[in-house]
């Protein structure tokens, strides 16, 4: 099959450091390149994925420049360069599944990366009897009101790319945005609460994360909580790898959660508020603790460490891998195509 795959212009593929969109887009596409199928990615041109790619800009324009001029011309060059290339496109933008109605024998999918409680769900429900609409949790999917939805699918990660380590450090780590929602606040105060040492690893570069920062956080900082920075690459695997678990204190219904995935894989355990997609994650007294209250929080983290750590890379191997990702892609891709001409032929 040839697929196409259109990524986001804000962030390259794969990220360098923070981008859980972009990273699943790489994944996707190692996965299903591996499988033996033609993929085409259009992403930015400062992207690595090892697959044919072509861009409309050499690079990342980042989030803090999104514009809708800036997606739409990203958008236009996209399917210019995919049409007459491609059995189905699989877009990761906002403007591409409605421009790509212009391409009537075309099948597109779409996958929504955010909550459908928000201003985008009715432009999900509006899209959605045209454009297939993937959903990445069962919560997310709860959440759709009067959105069809093509298919849940997990995300996943390439489990061999990440090393399992033995927690060592002896540090709980925070690693994701800078903002309250995140629950920053309180990972520090639950790491307190708990005697265990905080490493603290976030983008920060929003306005709203500085404020954050700035105000709430930096004098929190101190008496073995530490901000480290924003971490990528090998430095956020060693990270991870050598923490006691991933605390995830988060105070908003996440549609899915990719630190936690990576985090298991690297053999941490997780203890996360149960919001969003925790549940579907996390398996509460196996790989992780899903608790609510301060105080339950601070002694999941410390006895984290009791956990079977293989138990937690074994999980990401048999439920959130990417070939498991790309194979379940791989039967809507394949419905839709087979779907398209009696689509074509009723419009």
């Not at 995300?155 to 709980?172: K, N, Q, S, T």
């Not at 606040?185 to 500085?210: D, F, S, W, Y």
């Not at 404020?211 to 073995?224: Q, S, T």
Request: aromatic share 6%; net charge negative; charged share 20%.
């Amino acid at each position: 099959m040839r697929i196409a795959l259109i990524a986001p212009p804000w962030v390259a593929v794969p990220p360098l450091a923070y981008g859980g969109t972009e990273a699943v887009v790489d994944g996707l596409a190692r996965a299903l390149d591996a499988a033996g199928h033609d993929v085409l990615l259009f992403a930015t041109g400062d992207s690595t994925c090892p697959v044919p790619r072509s861009w409309a800009y050499d690079n990342a324009l980042g989030v803090a420049a999104a514009r809708p001029a800036s997606e739409l011309h990203h958008v236009v060059n996209a399917y210019d360069w995919i049409a007459g290339e491609a059995d189905v496109v699989h877009d990761h933008t906002l403007a591409g599944p409605v421009y790509a109605q212009g391409f009537t024998s075309l099948p597109v999918v779409t996958t929504n990366h955010g909550p459908f409680e928000s201003a985008l769900g009715d432009y999900y429900r509006a899209i959605a009897s045209r454009v297939p609409v993937i959903a990445i949790s069962r919560h997310q999917a709860s959440t759709a009101v009067r959105t069809p939805i093509a298919a849940v699918i997990h995300h996943g990660v390439d489990v061999v790319r990440f090393p399992v380590g033995d927690g060592a450090g002896g540090y709980a780590v925070f690693l994701g945005r800078m903002s309250p929602d995140k629950g920053v606040h309180t990972a520090i105060a639950v790491a307190r609460r708990a005697g265990v040492p905080l490493r603290i690893a976030c983008k920060m570069h929003e306005p709203a994360e500085l404020a954050y920062f700035r105000a709430v956080i930096e004098p929190l900082l101190g008496d073995e909580i530490e901000y480290v920075g924003e971490v990528g690459g090998q430095d956020k695997l060693a990270l991870l790898a050598g923490a006691r678990c991933l605390l995830n204190p988060i105070a908003w219904p996440e549609p899915f959660g990719m630190v936690m995935i990576e985090a298991l894989a690297c053999g941490t355990p997780v203890v996360a508020t149960p919001m969003g997609a925790v549940g579907e994650i996390v398996d509460d007294g196996v790989t992780g603790f899903v608790r609510a209250a301060p105080a339950d929080l601070a002694l999941a983290v410390q006895t984290a460490g009791d956990l079977d750590r293989l138990a937690c890379r074994r999980a990401v191997v048999e439920r959130f891998s990417i070939a498991r990702m790309a194979e379940h892609h791989l039967r809507l891709y394949r419905s839709v195509v087979e779907a398209e001409p009696a689509r074509a032929g009723v419009a």
